[in-house]
């Protein structure tokens, strides 16, 4: 006695199906489960058993042998209790042949009581099944909106054990009416915070604005309470919004990891605290979960107070801003992730805060202040496009000065410079680069050429800050930038000399 349906698992932010059989043999009343199932999914089993007493159904007085196919690849999570269930019912035959086991995956977790619970990555799954050629997926209720973002996929719902097999056995049943589209909860995203509640430090704000229009990565250093974090929170009311696509890779992201349900329409924001530990950021687990960096994909990842993080966790950040693309192996799994963000992040520039303060309120010595620097690696600093030096705020000019630009007056430049880049790269065909922080060193000599005049002032200007290669392509960027923000169609000299003045050399030595 043999039976089969489809279910799913999540590694990382994709779901990999999976054949399950169920096998009746002789012997004493046991249960074993095979291929390599981990301690969620044998858990699964204990809820089975509960649920289909409390479904009027029988646990099989047999053997029964739960083959996981294939084989290889680790199983972890609820959302075989569904489809386990099903197949040791048809096994046992007690609801008869299931005319959809094969061509409906099915994804749930199972109540005591034999009810449907919802289970993650609903979005994932049903991906994996169109593209495996299924017919459709069968989920809880409270999945059904995001499993239906697949156009092409025939997505059903219940709401328990009985309903399930129910619905298995009437291949007529009309897949579940399209609902529509509801957004995600807004705690994905910083409030609605704006710009016009900071007040002065207009070097800052136009690197926001740099920053924002051409997706660069930021740094942010000044003594304490100038203002950093205050602007960097303000940073997504001035991004333009997430298009289809991009929507759809973000909330795959945040479904996986449990976070969301319904599509994401607003950029993600995150910041971790800077004890963050390293799977904390990169990810990982059994199951491979999304980390920090996954989920600020399609938006911004805000480390504050950037030099107390671990070193770990900071090197691990090179390679995923420089390609746009975190991997994570183990031994029976590996799994991918798109980390296409915005790093922004503040520092103070001494232990105390106040290096350069001309009231001369710092009492750091020249080797503490470089020891403090020197926990920011060399080739990290170098990855940021922009540094600016935020100054301590006029405390007296705060209480009479105006109202700063508001969000909305940034934003529409920003989504104006947007605008043009997507024009540009278009042109390029698929697999090129969305915005100017992604430029490959080819595309730079196509798309942001320089004049004789504009490569002879960047030239000069490399010589003395000491750039690297890598620094000198992204000085380029930043000109391309902020000529879209001109409205030019070339780099000109004063784009180049802007871009220059938000990049650093060396770092400070410290107090002289």
Known sequence: MLGRTAGAVL??????????????????????AVGLPNSSVREGIDRIRAALSHSGFKLPQHRVTINLAPGDVRKDGAA????????????????????????????????????????????????????????????????????????????????????????????????????????APAEISSADEDLSD????????????????????????????????????????????????????????????????????????????????????????????????????????????????????????????????????????????????????????????????????????????????GRLSGPLFDRFDLTVEVPPVDLAALGRGREGEPSSDVRARVEAARRVQGARFGAGGGGGPACNAQMRPADLDRWAPLSDRARALLLQASARLGLSARGFDRVRRVARTIADLDGASAIAPEHVAEAVRYRRGERAEGPS
Not at 11 to 27: F, K, M, P, S, T
Not at 130 to 147: F, K, T
Request: contains cysteine; proline residues 8%.
């Open 11 to 32: 590694i990382g932010a994709e779901a990999r199906l999976v054949d399950v059989e169920v096998h009746l043999g002789g012997g004493l009343p046991a249960i074993a």
């Open 80 to 183: 075989l209790d569904l489809p386990i269930a099903a197949a040791l019912l048809a096994a046992d035959g007690q609801m008869g042949t299931l005319g959809r086991s094969h061509d409906v995956v099915l994804a749930g977790e199972l109540a005591l009581d034999g009810g449907v619970r919802p289970i993650r990555g609903a979005l994932a799954i049903a991906t994996a099944a169109a593209l495996s050629g299924r017919r459709g997926v069968l989920v809880a209720r409270e999945n059904v909106a995001e499993a239906q973002l697949v156009p092409e996929l025939s997505v059903w719902s219940a709401s328990s054990l009985a309903e399930t097999l129910a619905l298995l056995r009437d291949p007529g049943r009309p897949p579940a009416p399209r609902a529509p589209v509801s957004a």
């Open 198 to 373: 900071v007040r002065g430090q207009g070097s800052a704000r136009r690197a926001l604005e740099i920053a924002s229009a051409g997706a660069h990565h930021l740094l942010l250093s000044g003594p304490p309470g100038s203002g950093k974090t205050m602007l960097a929170r303000r940073l997504p009311g001035i991004l333009p919004p997430l298009t289809r696509g991009e929507a759809l890779e973000v909330t795959r992201v945040w479904s996986a990891a449990g976070l969301a349900q319904g599509l994401v329409t607003r950029r993600p924001f995150r910041a971790p605290h800077h004890g963050v530990s390293l799977a904390g950021l990169t990810g990982g687990g059994p199951a491979l979960k999304p980390g920090e960096l996954a989920l600020a994909h399609g938006g911004v990842l805000y480390l504050d107070e950037l030099t107390e993080f671990r070193r770990d966790a900071l090197e691990a950040l090179r390679q995923p801003i420089e390609s746009g693309e975190l991997t994570l192996v183990r031994l029976h799994a590996r799994a991918s992730f798109s980390t296409r963000f915005m790093l922004v992040a503040s520092m103070n520039p001494c232990p105390c805060g106040w290096l350069g303060d001309p009231r001369g309120r710092c009492r750091c010595s020249p080797n503490e202040a470089r020891r403090y620097q």
